[in-house]
């Protein structure tokens, strides 16, 4: 039940020393600052279940399943929160 995938990691760009970063650079963090917030964010909720935070007391094979379940239980409370945005 593993996920296998590619993962690009995105570093913002650095200020050299005694210059500044061209505004196209600028721009480029700010983009990957908030994308990088809205996952932070996630990760918050799923820590909220306390299945990421907390010592697991469950056999390991069981650990897949119930951070899969709890990460689908995010999403869901998620998918709802904007459905009901969009009817207000």
């Not at 721009?27 to 299945?51: C, M, Y």
């Amino acid at each position: 039940m593993g996920v296998n995938q590619k993962c690009h990691l995105k570093k913002p760009h650095k200020k050299p020393r005694k210059a500044e970063i061209p505004e196209a650079q600028k721009e480029e963090n700010k983009q990957l600052s908030s994308r990088r917030i809205g996952v932070e964010h996630l990760i918050g909720r799923v820590k909220i279940f306390r299945v990421a935070s907390d010592r697991f007391r469950l056999s390991r094979h069981r650990y897949s399943q119930v951070i899969m379940t709890v990460c689908g239980l995010v999403r869901l409370r998620l998918n709802r929160s904007v459905i009901l945005a969009l009817n207000n």
